[in-house]
Nanobody
Framework: EVQLVESGGGLVQPGGSLRLSCAASGFIFSNYYMSWVRQAPGKGLEWVSSISLSGQNTFYTESVKGRFTISRDNAKNTLYLQLNNLQPEDTAMYYC?????????????????RGQGTHVTVSS
């Protein structure tokens, strides 16, 4: 059974930083792309970032490029997302997903296995 457990969210002021973690189990972690997606209040799921099997290749949605960094530790079966220079529009529930979405359609994203999420609130 695939299990994904996110942690690290919280309340932070604009310009602040957080590091999200996702502990994975129930599958061979190093055999899969992994991704982060988010859902802002009242909006659909949005793809944020993906990382290749080895971690060599990373991909980001335009709005987070240069501010967020995705990484993985295959020895620990853990996915990370470093969030820097956070802005109020980054406020959302953040989920890690097994695999990467074929498109940015929220319904397609919703089809990927994901955890329970960790909430990020950016507010002064």
């Amino acid at each position: 059974e695939v299990q994904l457990v996110e942690s690290g969210g919280g309340l932070v002021q604009p310009g602040g930083s957080l590091r999200l973690s996702c502990a994975a189990s129930g599958f061979i972690f190093s055999n899969y792309y992994m991704s982060w997606v988010r859902q802002a209040p009242g909006k659909g799921l949005e793809w944020v970032s993906s990382i290749s099997l080895s971690g060599q290749n990373t991909f980001y949605t335009e709005s987070v490029k240069g501010r967020f960094t995705i990484s993985r530790d295959n020895a620990k079966n853990t996915l990370y997302l470093q969030l820097n220079n956070l802005q109020p529009e980054d406020t959302a529930m953040y989920y890690c997903t097994k695999g990467r979405p074929e498109s940015r359609d929220p319904q397609v994203i919703a089809g990927l296995p994901r955890g329970q999420g960790t909430h990020v609130t950016v507010s002064s």
